[in-house]
């Protein structure tokens, strides 16, 4: 019997749709990752959690940065600092998941913390390697009891559906 290329293509196809209703039949709900996810996703919803612990308000908060920013810069004594805003409540998450060896284990329900303190953003203009100034770079602080607990590029995502909003 010669196949013919029409008959070849039918027997594909039906090959094809036979694998796909014997799969489908394993979809018996959602995984433990999406599980995760969606209990995430409702978990920052609710943020910020009522009554939550911003810390002590940082008076000193140009210096709280400058002294940060010290251990970041190749200049620091280079540096020049302006725009800062006024200190306002904000939060940062962390989501950790377990470890099975060097693979994240997405079957357990991850450690969720909120750490909560106040952003202040502020333009830093400082000397590179080559020793020209860069120009002014808009940076994102969190500073939580007198210091700073996570610092980014402003427009930086912190989380999802959470920028560093300056």
């Not at 799969?23 to 609710?46: E, F, K, T, V």
């Not at 308000?57 to 280079?78: F, H, Q, V």
């Not at 952003?119 to 009891?145: E, H, P």
């Amino acid at each position: 019997m010669r196949m013919t290329r029409r008959f070849c293509v039918r027997m594909v196809g039906m090959l094809v749709a036979t694998a796909l209703s014997f799969l489908s039949g394993c979809a018996i709900g959602p995984s433990a990752a999406q599980r995760n996810d969606a209990d995430i996703s409702q978990w920052l919803a609710s943020l910020p959690e009522p009554g939550a612990d911003y810390g002590a308000y940082p008076d000193n908060y140009r210096e709280i940065i400058e002294a940060a920013m010290t251990g970041m810069l190749k200049d620091p004594d280079s540096a020049r600092y302006s725009g800062f805003t006024q200190p306002k409540h904000d939060q940062v998450v962390e989501v950790q998941y377990p470890h099975r060896g060097l693979i994240l284990d997405t079957s357990v329900a991850p450690k969720k913390t909120a750490i909560y303190g106040y952003a202040v953003c502020a333009a830093v203009n400082a000397k590179n390697s080559f020793g020209g100034y860069t120009g002014d770079k808009l940076y994102w602080f969190l500073i939580r009891n007198g210091q700073v607990v996570r610092s980014a590029m402003a427009g930086e995502v912190l989380y999802i559906g959470h920028f560093a909003n300056c």
